[in-house]
């Protein structure tokens, strides 16, 4: 059964990067049917889709954080990343990487999630 | 790209239906089947409950049903449970390999 898993630091300072990676476990990241992505959720808020990306490399990114957001699949290693710059007290959230079912538009697999806290 | 429009709350009683609407727009629901819907429990992952607007996957309980019309999709729930409990998040296609969510939408089981 596939399985993903975040990890990354849970405190970053304001105006630093947030990096996070996704491990994928049980099934291969390079599988044609699938993207893989990033959703996150402030506390007592609803889920924002980050980005999604293809294991050769094609990236897109939500436009009110594409200036912001670089995504990255790493097929060597079954991960994929996700870095966030120039972070705000805005960016403290609950970040759930995915994996994005293609064909009928579905994000299928989540991670437990990774809570990620913006300290000034 | 701005969210889907959900109602922050709805409430039923046990046995009852209710209906959540996920109001989109031209460039998402109302061009794409791609919408999806999700329960999520609180400190747990959200779960697919429904995709490509009406359809169930394995597994999820025949008392979920979607449907789409325009631009506007809707999530019923018959024969409410205590269990259905939980928040609830409509997703569409907004094209250019983009995706946009709803505000969400808390039930509350009376």
């Not at chain 1, 699938?34 to 959720?41: E, H, L, P």
């Not at chain 1, 609950?94 to 299928?108: E, N, P, S, W």
């Amino acid at each position: 059964q596939l399985q993903l898993q975040e990890a990354g630091p849970g405190l970053v300072k304001s105006s630093e990067t947030l990096s996070l990676t996704c491990t994928v476990s049980g099934g291969s990241i390079s599988s044609s049917s699938y993207f893989w992505g990033w959703i996150r959720q402030p506390p007592g808020k609803g889920l924002e889709w980050i980005g999604s990306m293809y294991y050769n490399g094609n990236t897109y990114n939500n436009p009110s954080l594409k200036s912001r957001v670089t995504t990255s699949v790493d097929t060597s290693k079954n991960q994929f990343s996700l870095k966030l710059s120039s972070v705000t007290a805005a960016d403290t959230a609950v970040y759930y990487c995915v994996r994005l079912l293609t064909a009928q538009g579905v994000f299928d697999v989540w991670g437990k999630g990774t809570t990620v806290t913006v300290s000034s | 790209q701005s969210a889907l429009t959900q109602p922050a709350s709805v409430s039923g009683s046990p046995g009852q239906s209710i209906t959540i609407s996920c109001t989109g727009t031209s460039s998402d629901v109302g061009s794409y089947n791609l919408v999806s819907w999700y329960q999520q429990h609180p400190g747990n992952a959200p779960k697919l409950i429904i995709y490509e607007a009406s359809k169930r996957p394995s597994g999820v309980s025949n008392r979920f049903s979607g449907s789409k019309s325009g631009n506007t999709a809707s999530l019923t729930i018959s024969g409410l449970q205590a269990e259905d409990e939980a928040d609830y998040y409509c997703c569409s296609y907004a094209g250019s390999s983009t995706w946009v969510f709803g505000g969400g939408t808390k039930l509350t089981v009376l």
